[in-house]
């Protein structure tokens, strides 16, 4: 098992502005990373809300955090109904909300949960394992037109075109199952004179992440979910995002710029802050990640 080695830590302590008895959200749990130091920074009078949409990694954060037990409680579920979550617990206000997206390193080393194309598994990638659609589906039965549209809006991938055909010539012979079928799938489609040139990353990158979004849905429910988060916020409580990918990124800062033109946040990171230097080089997988955070005022 591998725990999640939280990104941009110091930022998250920082901005969060974390005092004893506070009550904060940490609406992606994972492996409890953020959380546990959150903890260390607000008990014993303090409370949180952790939510995710995996159980298994709650079961991880209820061993890991079990020296914090009664000051925190987990939810399973998704961040896109923190309202719902909230109002069921009677909480009226909290003092901040955590958003760190994507999947964890639990999730992709784990080669069963299929989010990884460096290792063969079943093509998954449901960060919910209790949801009906996964990756199989999607690759399996959508349109041709439906996965190069997916490939090139949650992907960026130049060659959603070719994929995409050569995904439904091979599905025609046989259901493509597997995470290393779809690599192979990616890797056969980029023209061999960009395979080495223009892919300084793994030419399968674009494409699992693309599938992986529009599984779990991840962009559309984006900024209606941060959007509830600054609308429990106590006045300065604070809101902290942590993207992975100029997709989500977007999103952050749009959602951002309109809260504080309505008058409702401050936002306190006018360019998104990213890791420092000796952070990436002691956890590559921090490299392209992005951080915002704002004030509710
Ligand atoms: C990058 S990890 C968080 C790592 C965590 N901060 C830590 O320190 O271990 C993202 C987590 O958010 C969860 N997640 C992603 N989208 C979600 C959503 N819409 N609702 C709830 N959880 C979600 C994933 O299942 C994953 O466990």
Known sequence: MVYHVPVMPDEVIKFLNLKPGQLIV??????????EMILERITPKGRLIGIDRDKDSLEIC??????????????????????VILKDLKIKKIDG???????STFQLKDKDRGF????????????????????????????????????WSFGEERWHNRI???IVEERERHPITTTAQLANIAARSVPV?????????????????????????????LEGALNKGIEFLKIKGRICVIS?????????????????AEGLINILTP????PAQLEVESNPSSRSSKFRAAEKI
């Open 244 to 260: 992975f990918h100029s997709l989500e990124d977007r999103i952050a800062k749009h959602t951002f710029k309109k809260a504080q």
């Open 116 to 151: 990884s194309f460096l290792e063969e598994g079943p093509l998954d990638m449901r960060m919910d394992r209790t949801s009906y659609f996964s990756a199989y589906d999607l690759v399996n039965n959508l349109k041709e037109k439906e996965i190069s549209d997916l490939l």
């Open 193 to 221: 004179r960009y395979r080495h040139s223009h892919y300084k990353i793994h030419p399968a990158t674009r494409t699992f992440q693309a599938v992986r979004i529009a599984v779990n849905r991840e962009l559309e429910i």
């Open 97 to 103: 909300i955590l958003f760190d997206l994507g999947i």
């Open 271 to 274: 360019k998104p802050l990213t």
């Open 26 to 35: 940490d609406a992606t749990m994972g492996t409890g990373g953020h959380s």
């Open 164 to 166: 995409a055909r050569i």
């Open 62 to 83: 209820r061993r890991r955090l079990e020296r914090f037990t009664g000051t925190f409680q987990l939810v399973h579920g998704n961040f896109a109904q923190v309202d």
